[in-house]
T-cell receptor, first 114, second 109 residues
Framework: AQSVAQPEDQVNVAEGNPLTVKCTYS??????LFWYVQYPNRGLQFLLK??????LVKGSYGFEAEFNKSQTSFHLKKPSALVSDSALYFC????????????FGAGTRLFVKA | NAGVTQTPKFRVLKTGQSMTLLCAQD?????MYWYRQDPGMGLRLIHY???????AKGEVPDGYNVSRLKKQNFLLGLESAAPSQTSVYFC????????FGQGTRLTVV
């Protein structure tokens, strides 16, 4: 069965510093991978996805993510954090075997201090 | 262009009561989903639909029913609400899910 793990409940980073939010996954075969962001009292917003091709995927708001097949990871990164990046971030995975279920991780809360 | 609209935004139910949550999208998407969000558990898929007239079970379908009579609408029903169904419910559309509603906060007392 497919699963997603976000090992950190919370990540703290100073504004201007690089940030990383970690995600590891387990699926049978090659995955589709996604990152979403949720601001307080809002629905999720799609940030980026990995389907195939280049392992470094660029998305919205300056975020990018790196797919690492050997480590089954898809970490979200940004070179320079902004206070406005403070939010809840979700990693999600779907396998390619024909199912349509997208499974979400538990979420990582990012705090960016000024 | 309203995107994905959920109604109601808040609701308090007594145990055993029934209700229907409505999700409407105006983007002509085939795929629609209902998720619930609970603290520390992320989003869990309740049911989904790959087109008008079709529905399928997700991870946590028990206690819920859905219908997709029209392409733009995806209804989530609770026939007999239980306190364990207290949660925030999100509807989403497109494939993969990229457009989310603002959520319905449901409390069952």
């Amino acid at each position: 069965a497919q699963s997603v793990a976000q090992p950190e409940d919370q990540v703290n980073v100073a504004e201007g510093n690089p940030l990383t939010v970690k995600c590891t996954y387990s699926v049978s075969g090659n995955p589709y991978l996604f990152w979403y962001v949720q601001y307080p009292n809002r629905g999720l917003q799609f940030l980026l996805k990995y389907i195939t091709g280049d392992n470094l995927v660029k998305g919205s708001y300056g975020f990018e993510a790196e797919f690492n097949k050997s480590q089954t990871s898809f970490h979200l990164k940004k070179p320079s954090a902004l206070v406005s990046d403070s939010a809840l971030y979700f990693c999600a995975v779907r396998d390619r075997t024909g199912g349509f279920k997208t499974i979400f991780g538990a979420g990582t809360r990012l705090f960016v201090k000024a | 262009n309203a995107g994905v609209t959920q109604t109601p935004k808040f609701r308090v139910l007594k145990t055993g009561q029934s209700m229907t949550l409505l999700c409407a999208q105006d983007m002509n998407h085939e795929y629609m989903y209902w998720y619930r969000q609970d603290p520390g558990m992320g989003l869990r898929l309740i049911h989904y639909s790959v087109g008008e007239g079709t529905t399928a079970k997700g991870e946590v379908p028990d206690g819920y029913n859905v219908s997709r009579l029209k392409k733009q609408n995806f209804l989530l029903g609770l026939e007999s609400a239980a306190p364990s169904q207290t949660s925030v419910y999100f509807c989403a559309s497109s494939y993969p899910p990229a457009f989310f509603g603002q959520g319905t906060r449901l409390t069952v007392v």
